[in-house]
């Protein structure tokens, strides 16, 4: 199953052990009707601990799915179940908030939804967590140092009227004239290459959306954002 992380950073400072304090038994519930159906919706923390120097947690929230059925329509509530990661790195602390890329029928929960909600219980505001970019130049740094590592470039902030973005891939990688050509009218904006010391595929955006495509061990996909793509987060 293909696995989604997101990077957020801490604007502002917070002890890893003040965080767990906080997020430790967090629950709370908004009541919900349907019909003659009543029951709670739950958001909650669960599983949280200390590993280390990094904090992990699951991030678990009820929710109604709707779906059509003989021409009306039958809700029923589902809950969503997403891991994050809290993590000191470099004088900074970042989260990382993963989730499969498909809702297998089920309403995902957006990784931002979960930096915000984080956000508001650890600060009583949102605003607190954002996001984080890599450059263009460290992308296009990543790519040019083992340039057939790459399987797939997109290309935003286009000059040309009309195209939005440009990509390259297959044959088209090995055209350096071409890939200069488009660097001239566009930034990187992701980049799908092969982590061969790893042996996996990854794609990062600049807005550090990772999306690994090989079936591996979710703990090895967690390690390479904290020791791979951390020290790449301008």
């Given at each position: 199953m293909v696995l989604v992380a997101k990077i957020f950073e801490f604007k502002e400072p917070i002890e890893l052990s003040i965080?767990?304090?906080?997020?430790?038994?967090?629950?709370?519930?908004?009541?919900?009707?349907?019909?003659?159906?009543?029951?709670?919706?739950?958001?909650?923390?669960?599983?949280l601990k200390m590993d280390g120097e990094v904090l992990r947690g699951i991030?678990?929230?009820?929710?109604?799915?709707?779906?059509?059925?003989?021409?009306?329509?039958?809700?029923?509530?589902v809950t969503e179940e997403v891991p994050f990661l809290i993590k000191r790195s470099g004088?900074?602390?970042?989260?990382?908030?993963?989730?499969?890329?498909?809702?297998?029928?089920?309403?995902?929960?957006?990784?931002?939804?979960?930096?915000?909600?984080l956000s508001e219980i650890l600060f009583i505001k949102t605003g607190?967590?954002?996001e984080v970019k890599i450059t263009h130049e460290t992308l296009k740094e990543l790519h040019e140092s083992n340039p057939r590592a790459t399987k797939l470039i997109?290309?935003?902030?286009?000059?040309?009227?009309?195209?939005?973005?440009?990509?390259l891939a297959g044959s088209g990688l090995a055209d350096t004239k071409l890939y200069h050509e488009y660097l001239k009218h566009g930034k990187i904006w992701y980049c799908v290459f092969e982590?061969?010391?790893?042996?996996?595929?990854?794609?990062i955006t600049r807005n550090c959306v990772v999306t690994l495509?090989?079936?591996?061990?979710p703990?090895?996909?967690?390690?390479?954002?904290?020791?791979?793509?951390?020290?790449?987060?301008?």
């Open positions: 965080a767990a304090k906080k997020l430790k038994d967090f629950s709370e519930e908004e009541p919900y009707e349907s019909g003659d159906k009543r029951t709670k919706l739950t958001t909650e923390i669960l599983d991030f678990s929230r009820d929710f109604v799915l709707s779906r059509y059925y003989k021409r009306g329509l039958v809700e029923t509530v004088g900074r602390t970042f989260l990382v908030v993963l989730a499969p890329s498909k809702a297998r029928g089920v309403k995902k929960l957006l990784t931002n939804y979960v930096a915000n909600k607190a967590i954002v997109w290309f935003d902030e286009v000059d040309l009227p009309d195209i939005g973005k440009l990509a982590v061969q010391k790893r042996g996996f595929t990854v794609g495509f090989t079936q591996i061990d703990e090895e996909f967690i390690n390479y954002i904290m020791n791979d793509v951390l020290p790449l987060i301008s």
